[in-house]
């Protein structure tokens, strides 16, 4: 193995960090994950539906 490709391992951010934003599926809502995405595009792992928006209908649903 090439050592010199080694790079440190990616260190996932705390739970309790406060500038993570909860984000919930519009369609069954329940929890989806926490983060900071501008976009999104996946479907519900809960629902099965397809998750589709942009960063102004994300910040919407997150303030009902």
Not at 19 to 26: F, I, N
Not at 28 to 52: A, P, Q, S, T, Y
């Amino acid at each position: 193995m090439n050592s010199s490709n080694t790079t440190e391992p990616i260190v996932p951010p705390m739970k309790s960090d406060p500038a993570l934003k909860e984000y919930r599926c519009p369609h069954c809502g329940r929890f989806l994950f926490k983060g900071n995405v501008k976009k999104l595009n996946m479907v519900c792992h809960h629902c099965h539906e397809m998750i589709d928006l942009e960063c102004d209908e994300l910040f919407k649903q997150n303030d009902d």
